[in-house]
C-alpha cells in the first residue's frame, strides 16, 4: 500500500515557476512508475508526466515538454515536478499517480494523492 501526498502548488504570475513535489509512504515506493496529472474545472483528468522506477525513463505531454520536468528520489520515497514558463493554461489541480508500469492514462494507476492546486494568473 502506498500514500501519496502533494505539496508546492500555488499562484504564480505567467513566465513563473513552481516545484510540485509528492511524498510517498511504504516501502515499494522504489518499484513503482510515477506520473503527474492535472484537472481544470469542467475538464477531464489530462496526463502531464511519468517517470518509470528508476527514473532513467520520462514521458511527457505535449504541451509541457521543455517546460516541466518530472524526476525522483526514491531515498527520500519523492517524486517532483518542476513546472517552468507557466502559462495560465496551466492553471488546474495536480494529482501525483502511481502504478506498476509507465503508462500516459489515468486508469493503471493504482495510488493517487489529494491532488494541489496550481494557478497562473496572466
Known amino acids: 500500500q502506498v500514500q501519496l501526498v502533494e505539496s508546492g502548488g500555488g499562484l504564480v504570475q505567467a513566465g513563473g515557476s513552481l516545484r510540485l513535489s509528492c511524498a510517498a509512504s511504504?516501502?515499494?515506493?522504489?518499484?513503482?512508475?510515477m506520473a503527474w496529472f492535472c484537472q481544470a474545472p469542467g475538464k477531464e483528468r489530462e496526463f502531464v508526466a511519468a517517470i518509470n522506477w528508476s527514473g532513467s525513463s520520462t514521458v511527457y505531454a505535449d504541451s509541457v515538454k521543455g517546460r516541466f520536468t518530472i524526476s525522483r528520489d526514491n531515498a527520500k520515497r519523492t517524486v517532483y515536478l518542476q513546472m517552468n514558463s507557466l502559462k495560465p493554461e496551466d492553471t488546474a489541480v495536480y494529482y501525483c499517480?502511481?502504478?506498476?508500469?509507465?503508462?500516459?492514462?489515468?486508469?493503471?494507476?493504482?495510488?493517487w494523492g489529494q491532488g494541489t492546486q496550481v494557478t497562473v494568473s496572466s
Open positions: 499517480a502511481g502504478g506498476v508500469g509507465l503508462a500516459t492514462m489515468p486508469a493503471p494507476y493504482t495510488y
Open positions: 511504504g516501502r515499494t515506493f522504489g518499484s513503482y512508475a
